[in-house]
């Protein structure tokens, strides 16, 4: 899986020893426009993590609405990770991630 934030010593998260689990995962902010129009949607982020675990670039793949896309990069790239590793050793990683927005129990 390659992409702009992809360099030649960044790995796709399938090439690490195990998938790194999140740390901080807080949701994105639900646009107030599209959920009061009562819309739901999703986005696809993908995002580079450093070795220590911190999202440090994310980008927008797909969305099905702008505001989604924007407000779900956003909130990736406060996420943290558990290192990725890949041999035993941290190494950045590639990945992503489908956001859904709903309005179930909101």
């Known amino acids: 899986m390659g992409g702009p934030n992809a360099g030649p010593n960044i790995f796709p998260s399938g090439m690490l020893d195990g998938l790194p689990k999140a740390k901080a995962q807080n949701p994105p902010y639900y646009p107030p426009s599209l959920r009061q129009a009562g819309v739901e949607g999703r986005a696809v982020i993908q995002f580079t993590v450093d070795p220590t675990g911190q999202v440090v670039a994310a980008r927008i793949v797909e969305a099905t609405q702008a505001e989604f896309g924007e407000a779900a990069r956003r909130a990736v790239l406060r996420w943290r990770f558990e290192p ?14 489908s956001v859904e927005f709903t309005l179930a129990g909101s």
């Open 84 to 97: 990725g590793r890949r041999q035993g050793r941290a190494v950045p990683f590639l990945m992503s991630i």
